[in-house]
C-alpha cells in the first residue's frame, strides 16, 4: 500500500490513551509530510488530539524540526506549547518561541507557520541574532 505524503503520516509516542472523543499521547514524535520531499518532525513531552486526528495540541517542550531530502535537520522551532491544524498543515503558537537555523536565532512571542506555503511568520517582540553575533 503506497502511503499517501500529503496528510500526517506517522505518530509514534511512549503511550497512547482514547478516552470518548480525545486522544492522548505521551512523548509523541510525529511527522508531517507535505509532497514527496518536504517533511517536518514534530515532538513534546505529551499531545492531545481529537478524535479526527485533524487538530492536535502538543505541551511540554514543543519542537519542530524541517527537515530536507537528505535527512538533515535545516530549522528548529521551540516552543512551550504548539497547536497542529493537520489538514491545513498548519502550526501556531501564542508562546514564546525560538528559531535556530545553522546562521542565525530568531527569538518572539507567537507564531505560525505554514508548512504548505513554506512561510514562517513571529506575530511580535521577534529579534534576530545571526551567528557571527552569537559567537563574539
Known sequence: ???????????TADSIEYE???INFINP???SY???VDLIKLSAANASSN???SMIHLNGGAAIKKVD??????LTIRS????FNVQDKIISTDRAVSIE???????????VFNQKLGTLEIKEQARLKSRKMIDR
Open 51 to 53: 478524535s479526527e486526528m
Open 80 to 83: 512551550k506549547e504548539l497547536l
Open 101 to 111: 537555523q545553522s546562521r542565525f536565532k530568531i527569538y518572539g512571542q507567537g507564531m
Open 69 to 74: 531530502s537528505e535527512g538533515k535537520t535545516r
Open 29 to 31: 514524535n510525529l511527522t
Open 20 to 22: 470518548g472523543k480525545r
Open 1 to 11: 500500500m503506497k502511503q499517501k505524503k500529503h496528510t500526517l503520516s506517522i505518530i
Open 34 to 36: 507535505n509532497g514527496d
